[in-house]
């Protein structure tokens, strides 16, 4: 598994319209609300727990940049706190391989739109979730918003 770069941290929050508020005045930057509502292609892969297993439902939004997502549960929580690291790979399944190996759980394996996305268990990175992901597009933003890649 070859890292390309730490992508972006994900911070959970009880206020999401307030947080996008203050990070978008703090970071003079804009946010892009993503909505799992249908309009964004979502295809569950095998993983190691059964779809949905610890999952809430969530909002998201992320800077343009790509660098910051802010998720807030449904019902929202009063435990704000950076929930999640995602790192850029050249290839997610030997990743998935790699990571196995050395004891991680795969909660969730994911395909967003134009991207591959592992997500792994908190338990064993120090209550930290790890994501690994992999695509082509400019930006992770851009990748999740694309249609999905045809299977020829």
Request: hydrophobic share 40%; net charge negative.
């Amino acid at each position: 598994m070859k890292l390309e770069r730490m992508e972006l941290v994900g911070l959970e929050v009880s206020d999401l319209d307030a947080a996008i508020a203050e990070f978008s005045e703090l970071l003079d930057t804009e946010f892009i609300r993503i909505e799992f509502d249908g309009t964004v292609d979502i295809e569950e892969l095998p993983a190691d727990e059964p779809p949905h297993a610890a999952t809430t439902r969530m909002s998201m939004a992320m800077d343009k940049t790509g660098y910051l997502e802010l998720l807030q549960a449904h019902p929202p929580t009063t435990r704000e706190r950076v929930r999640n690291i995602h790192f850029k790979v050249d290839d997610i399944e030997s990743a998935i391989v790699e990571m196995k190996a050395k004891g991680y759980r795969l909660v969730q394996n994911l395909r967003i739109g134009g991207m591959r996305e592992a997500v792994w268990g908190a338990r064993e990175a120090h209550g930290l979730r790890m994501c690994m992901v992999q695509y082509d597009a400019p930006s992770m933003v851009e990748a999740m918003l694309q249609p999905a890649p045809s299977e020829d």
